[in-house]
């Protein structure tokens, strides 16, 4: 019960974070799919950087098990297909529909029921996926850190600060996009682009 009460918890500061860092927009997603807008790209990275450090914490305090899924390169690449197909379709991910659907945005119902209609599909076809598709690069249960022979923080400390270190360079790159927008919009041309 008290994981049903955590994750509905967790669910719901997820939901209120996508909604006020204004995600579930359609052009915000539109605008990332382009490389156009990086709002998206920086809200889950940022969420990445936090969800990746805080589940080692709290695994090497002992109060959290890793769950680790195999690394199954068939599944992998025809689920990432799909996805990308919907997401780039539609316009909305799955959490973003759902949220999206929360606003009153009654368009992302069709990826709701998309996301229905697959799972039914993939349940009802998961007996011949698992003979194939699911075999295909099956490489078992494995992490970074494994694959390496180190110790996990070894590879989270530089990760995240790679991650940090390229949200910098994000926000910069997108006050420089703005700032020369801004100046072709006024006709103002300064050398250099600086």
């Known amino acids: 019960m008290t994981d049903l009460v ?13 909604q006020k860092g204004r995600v ?15 709002t998206i790209i920086k809200f889950m990275l940022s969420h990445i950087i936090v969800a990746m450090v805080g589940v080692y914490f709290l695994y ?8 680790i899924k195999a690394t199954i390169l068939g599944g992998v690449v025809v689920g990432g297909l799909l996805f990308g197909l919907g997401w780039g379709m539609l316009g909305y991910c799955p959490g973003t529909s759902l949220g999206a659907l929360g606003e009153g945005r009654w ?14 599909l993939f ?22 850190p494994q694959v ?20 910098v360079w994000l926000e910069r790159f997108e006050a420089r996009a703005a700032r020369m927008r801004t100046e072709a ?5 300064t050398p250099g682009g600086k």
């Open 107 to 120: 368009d992302a119902i069709w990826g709701i029921m998309g996301m229905l209609v697959g799972a039914g």
């Open 60 to 67: 090497d305090l002992g109060l959290v098990k890793l769950s």
């Open 6 to 18: 955590y994750g509905l918890i967790t669910g719901i500061l997820f939901g209120f974070f996508l």
């Open 24 to 38: 579930l927009r359609y052009d915000k997603q539109l605008g990332a799919l382009r490389f156009q807008d990086f």
């Open 148 to 167: 390496l022979g180190v110790n996990h923080w070894l590879v989270v400390i530089p990760v995240a600060a790679a991650a940090a270190v390229f949200l």
């Open 123 to 144: 349940a009802e076809m998961y007996p011949l996926l698992k003979a194939t598709v699911l075999t295909w690069g099956n490489y078992g249960k494995l992490t970074i």
């Open 185 to 189: 919009a006024e006709g103002v041309h």
